[in-house]
C-alpha cells in the first residue's frame, strides 16, 4: 500500500504568516491527492481535492500544489481561524497530520 | 441540505458486537462512495473503507479486513459500520464520508457525518 508522509508534524507560526506543509507519497499517485483541516472536537473539512483544486467556500488564502509523489499546502497569510491540524490523503492512506500552533 | 448523519455516541464492553450508522440526505445517495475513518483518542486519521450504496461495492484497508464489516441500505440511504466483537482497542471516534462517484473511489471526502464516539471498556 501506498504511505504518505507529512512534515513537518508540528509548525509554530503567527498570524499572517506565510505556511507551508508538504506530503510525500511512497509511489506516485498522479493527482490524486487531498487535504482536509481538523479542529479539537469537530469532523475534518475538505479544503484541496484532486492536488489543487480549491474546495467550495474554501478561502483563497488556501492553496495546493505537487503530482507524483510530492504535494504541498500553502497558506498564503495565516488567520486566527487557521490554527488546526492538516491531513492529507491519497485514497486509502492519511498523512500523520500536521499541528499548526500559535507562535 | 447535502448531510450525513451518524447514530449516537456508544459504551460497550469487551466482546459485545455494535452496528453504527450513517444517513445520507440531500443527495443520491446510491451514486457516491461512503467511507469509514477511525480517529483514536488523540491520534490521527485511519481510512477503514469505503463502500458504493448503488450496487455494495466494498473495499477494505488491508488494516480493518476481517475486523469490521461495512454495508448499505439504499432503501433507506443509510450505510453502516459493524463489529462482531469488540476490543478496547477499538474505542475511537468513527466518521463516515462521502466520497467521489462510483468511478472515482479515490475522490475526496467532501461531507462529513459528525463522529460517532465508541467507547469499549469493561
Known amino acids: 500500500d501506498i504511505q504518505m508522509t507529512q512534515s513537518p508534524s508540528t509548525l509554530s507560526a503567527s498570524v499572517g504568516d506565510r505556511v507551508t506543509i508538504t506530503c510525500r507519497a511512497s509511489?506516485?499517485?498522479?493527482?490524486?491527492l487531498a487535504w482536509y483541516q481538523q479542529k479539537p472536537g469537530k469532523a475534518p473539512k475538505l479544503l484541496i481535492y484532486?492536488?489543487?483544486s480549491l474546495e467550495s467556500g474554501v478561502p483563497s488564502r488556501f492553496s495546493g500544489s505537487g503530482s507524483g509523489t510530492e504535494f504541498t499546502l500553502t497558506i498564503s497569510s495565516l488567520q486566527p481561524d487557521d490554527f488546526a491540524t492538516y491531513y492529507c490523503?491519497?485514497?486509502?492512506?492519511f498523512g500523520q497530520g500536521t499541528k499548526v500552533e500559535i507562535k | 441540505e447535502v448531510q450525513l448523519v451518524q447514530s449516537g455516541a456508544e459504551v460497550k464492553k469487551p466482546g459485545e458486537s455494535l452496528k453504527i450508522s450513517c444517513k445520507g440526505s440531500?443527495?443520491?445517495?446510491?451514486?457516491?462512495?461512503i467511507g469509514w475513518v477511525r480517529q483514536m483518542p488523540g491520534k490521527g486519521l485511519e481510512w477503514m473503507g469505503i463502500i458504493y450504496p448503488g450496487d455494495s461495492d466494498t473495499r477494505y484497508s488491508p488494516s480493518f479486513q476481517g475486523q469490521v464489516t461495512i454495508s448499505a441500505d439504499k432503501s433507506i440511504s443509510t450505510a453502516y459500520l459493524q463489529w462482531s466483537s469488540l476490543k478496547a482497542s477499538d474505542t475511537a471516534m468513527y466518521y463516515c464520508a462521502r466520497g467521489g462517484g462510483y468511478n472515482y473511489p479515490q475522490g475526496a471526502f467532501d461531507i462529513w457525518g459528525q463522529g460517532t464516539m465508541v467507547t469499549v471498556s469493561s
Open positions: 440531500g443527495y443520491s445517495f446510491t451514486s457516491y462512495w
Open positions: 490523503q491519497q485514497y486509502r492512506a
Open positions: 484532486k492536488a489543487s
Open positions: 509511489q506516485s499517485i498522479s493527482s490524486w
